[in-house]
């Protein structure tokens, strides 16, 4: 019988254990909120969320992969200058993007406090320097594979936020911003335990120098915008949703308990590319190119041989998975789900060849590959959101002046209701198609650089599955 901590020494295995264990605190934390808040303020909860991860990766996404990149192939001294850089940077990033979050809700405050993004503009700036260190110490550790300790970072805060949840929920009954006041305090507590134990480097700001700081940026600027790209392949649905003239907050609660269960299904592929990309990254450095190559085709083939069963149970039973996870409010969203199944069948194609192209130092080609993307995403959801709207407006007025509706407000309830419903799930098909399209770039860009042969995705990916299992029960 394979023992527990025989398995914990595999790194992947620690990784997708912490992925894990933080998913289930995530997830029940995310059930008890779909049902503590009314659908308005959830909706404004998930826009806050969702704005606040965009901005930052625009905040770590210049530093963070080349951190993990250039701190896995470097000397003591260097590596203390690389993380001193690394603070500084941060924290000049989080200064800008906070000052710039109150400057426009200064100038637009009436607008934004009657809209969906009131939470995000009034409490951004405060979460990002809360933040600041638990971010950093992420990257840190991340670089030097000690998933160990990122665990525990993250139980204090996810594990911490959710009890917080459950007993506000059985107990005291908070308002949205009481549970915001929380998260921040949460949050700081997990910030400062990294700081004591210099986790983030905060000891080696003053070793920061210019040529280290050039270096990161030098690669990030690439990497930034491949990460605010990738973000926006996801945060782009809930931001023209939360702007829909139909759609807005209610849209954004609905849309999120499908994207919920698809993060869950990304557990895996988040953790094993932890650890893959500091390995095939030290691997492109010492030039084992064909390291680099089985790396990728082990990673990308076995998961999606281990994902496609997977989707499709989960396909039969999309109605149970979004009523267990949103209530029975929510089950008329099953199709959305149905959809995102297909597109969990491709994503181990997609985030492995980023990662590939990003360790064989290709950040270029990646960051071209998702701003395709993300060009593709936007342009579609825009089309779905807004054209289906002035469509159901246009049709609306048709109906209502050829045929003599007798009750013009229920005629147009009804078609908000379904056109709502069609709408979300033609973004979730819009998810597919630039989804396809990355996967193709990404292997053209990939292939300029390994001499890649497409077969070995799969006849290795079986071999990865078998090395799994056998590295577990001999551990």
């Given at each position: 019988?394979?023992?527990?901590?025989?398995?914990?020494?595999?790194?992947?295995?620690?990784?997708l254990?912490?992925?894990?264990?933080?998913a289930?605190?995530?997830?029940?934390?995310?059930?008890?909120?779909?049902?503590?808040?009314?659908?308005?303020?959830?909706?404004?909860?998930?826009?806050?969320?969702t704005?606040?991860?965009?901005?930052?990766?625009l905040?770590?996404?210049?530093?963070?992969?080349?951190?993990?990149?250039?701190?896995s192939?470097?000397?003591?001294e260097?590596?203390?200058?690389?993380?001193?850089?690394?603070?500084?940077?941060?924290?000049i990033?989080?200064?800008l993007?906070?000052?710039?979050?109150y400057?426009?809700?200064?100038?637009?405050?009436?607008?934004?406090?009657?809209?969906?993004?009131?939470?995000?503009?009034?409490?951004?700036p405060i979460?990002?320097?809360?933040?600041?260190?638990?971010?950093?110490?992420?990257t840190?550790?991340?670089?030097?594979?000690?998933?160990d300790?990122i665990l525990?970072?993250?139980?204090?805060?996810?594990?911490?936020?959710m009890?917080?949840l459950?007993?506000?929920?059985?107990?005291?009954?908070?308002?949205?911003?009481?549970?915001?006041?929380?998260?921040?305090?949460?949050?700081?507590i997990s910030?400062?335990f990294?700081?004591?134990?210099n986790?983030?480097?905060?000891?080696?700001?003053?070793?920061?120098?210019?040529?280290?700081?050039?270096?990161?940026?030098?690669?990030?600027k690439?990497?930034?915008?491949?990460l605010?790209?990738?973000?926006?392949?996801?945060?782009?649905?809930?931001?023209?949703?939360?702007l829909?003239?139909?759609?807005?907050?209610?849209?954004?609660?609905?849309?999120?308990?499908?994207?919920k269960?698809?993060?869950?299904?990304?557990?895996?592929?988040?953790?094993?590319?932890?650890?893959?990309?500091?390995?095939?990254?030290?691997?492109?450095?010492?030039?084992r190119?064909?390291?680099?190559?089985?790396?990728?085709?082990?990673?990308?083939?076995?998961?999606?041989?281990?994902?496609?069963?997977?989707m499709?149970?989960?396909?039969?039973?999309a109605?149970?998975?979004?009523?267990?996870?949103g209530?029975?409010?929510?089950?008329?969203?099953a199709n959305?789900f149905?959809?995102?199944?297909?597109?969990?069948?491709?994503?181990?194609?997609?985030r492995?060849?980023?990662?590939?192209?990003?360790a064989?130092?290709?950040?270029?080609?990646?960051?071209?590959?998702?701003?395709?993307?993300?060009?593709?995403?936007?342009?579609?959801?825009?089309l779905?959101?807004?054209?289906?709207?002035?469509?159901v407006?246009?049709?609306t007025?048709?109906?209502?002046v050829s045929?003599?509706?007798t009750?013009?407000?229920?005629?147009?309830?009804?078609?908000?209701?379904?056109?709502?419903l069609?709408s979300?799930?033609?973004?979730?098909?819009?998810?597919?198609?630039?989804?396809?399209?990355?996967?193709?770039?990404?292997?053209?860009?990939?292939?300029e650089?390994?001499?890649?042969?497409?077969?070995?995705?799969?006849?290795e990916?079986?071999?990865?599955?078998?090395?799994?299992?056998l590295?577990?029960?001999?551990?």
């Amino acid at each position: 019988m394979i023992s527990l901590a025989k398995i914990l020494k595999s790194n992947n295995v620690l990784s997708l254990a912490n992925n894990g264990l933080i998913a289930v605190f995530g997830l029940l934390g995310f059930m008890i909120l779909v049902r503590s808040l009314p659908t308005m303020d959830y909706g404004a909860w998930v826009l806050f969320l969702t704005a606040s991860n965009f901005l930052d990766m625009l905040r770590f996404g210049i530093t963070r992969t080349a951190i993990v990149r250039f701190l896995s192939g470097a000397d003591d001294e260097e590596g203390k200058r690389l993380i001193g850089s690394n603070y500084v940077i941060n924290l000049i990033s989080t200064t800008l993007l906070a000052v710039i979050t109150y400057v426009v809700y200064f100038l637009a405050k009436d607008s934004i406090d009657n809209s969906g993004y009131y939470l995000f503009f009034q409490w951004f700036p405060i979460v990002a320097f809360v933040t600041l260190p638990f971010n950093n110490a992420f990257t840190v550790l991340q670089a030097k594979l000690r998933f160990d300790l990122i665990l525990l970072l993250r139980m204090i805060t996810v594990g911490g936020f959710m009890i917080f949840l459950l007993v506000n929920m059985l107990f005291f009954k908070s308002d949205l911003v009481v549970i915001m006041i929380a998260y921040v305090i949460i949050n700081a507590i997990s910030s400062i335990f990294a700081s004591l134990l210099n986790w983030d480097g905060i000891k080696y700001v003053f070793k920061a120098t210019r040529k280290e700081s050039k270096v990161i940026l030098d690669f990030g600027k690439y990497t930034t915008g491949t990460l605010i790209g990738s973000n926006l392949l996801k945060s782009a649905d809930t931001f023209i949703i939360g702007l829909s003239p139909f759609l807005g907050t209610v849209g954004v609660a609905f849309y999120s308990i499908p994207m919920k269960l698809t993060e869950i299904i990304e557990i895996p592929l988040r953790s094993f590319a932890m650890t893959a990309f500091p390995e095939m990254s030290k691997a492109s450095i010492e030039g084992r190119i064909e390291d680099v190559k089985r790396s990728y085709y082990r990673n990308s083939g076995g998961l999606t041989l281990l994902i496609v069963p997977v989707m499709i149970f989960s396909f039969f039973f999309a109605e149970d998975f979004v009523t267990l996870i949103g209530g029975e409010q929510y089950a008329i969203t099953a199709n959305i789900f149905r959809i995102f199944c297909v597109y969990g069948m491709l994503l181990p194609l997609d985030r492995f060849t980023g990662v590939a192209l990003d360790a064989v130092n290709r950040p270029k080609q990646n960051f071209i590959k998702v701003l395709y993307m993300a060009a593709a995403n936007l342009i579609g959801d825009s089309l779905v959101v807004f054209g289906l709207y002035y469509f159901v407006a246009i049709f609306t007025s048709f109906k209502l002046v050829s045929y003599g509706v007798t009750d013009p407000s229920s005629f147009w309830h009804s078609m908000v209701t379904y056109s709502t419903l069609t709408s979300l799930e033609l973004v979730a098909i819009v998810t597919i198609s630039f989804t396809l399209l990355g996967i193709f770039l990404g292997f053209k860009y990939l292939d300029e650089a390994l001499e890649l042969k497409p077969k070995k995705i799969f006849s290795e990916g079986l071999l990865f599955i078998k090395d799994f299992y056998l590295k577990l029960k001999n551990r």
